[in-house]
């Protein structure tokens, strides 16, 4: 299984929401990147986000922009050696 550009654009896109707070979402531009808009609109479409060019997280969303942003952390962490 790899991620798809689709898949990517999403978790980066999930990856901005700001999680120390509730009051605060996201706003795409229709000017900005075709494929953020586009995954804006998938994150609407899947219930994760209150508008298609973004808004705030709902319930479903806040967990996926957890879950990516805890893999991004992971992903990036100093490597452990073992020795």
């Known amino acids: 299984m790899t991620y798809s550009p689709d898949v990517l654009d999403a978790l980066n896109l999930l990856c901005l929401f700001n999680l120390d707070t509730r009051q605060e979402g996201l706003k795409v531009h229709g000017s900005a990147d075709p494929d953020r808009v586009a995954a804006a609109c998938r994150l ?7 508008q298609a060019d973004g808004g705030y ?3 479903r969303g ?5 879950q990516a942003q805890a893999l991004w952390r992971l992903l990036v962490a ?3 050696t073992t020795g």
């Open 62 to 66: 806040r967990e996926a922009a957890e």
């Open 44 to 50: 609407y479409d899947q219930g994760l986000v209150t």
């Open 57 to 59: 997280l709902t319930e």
């Open 78 to 80: 100093e490597p452990v």
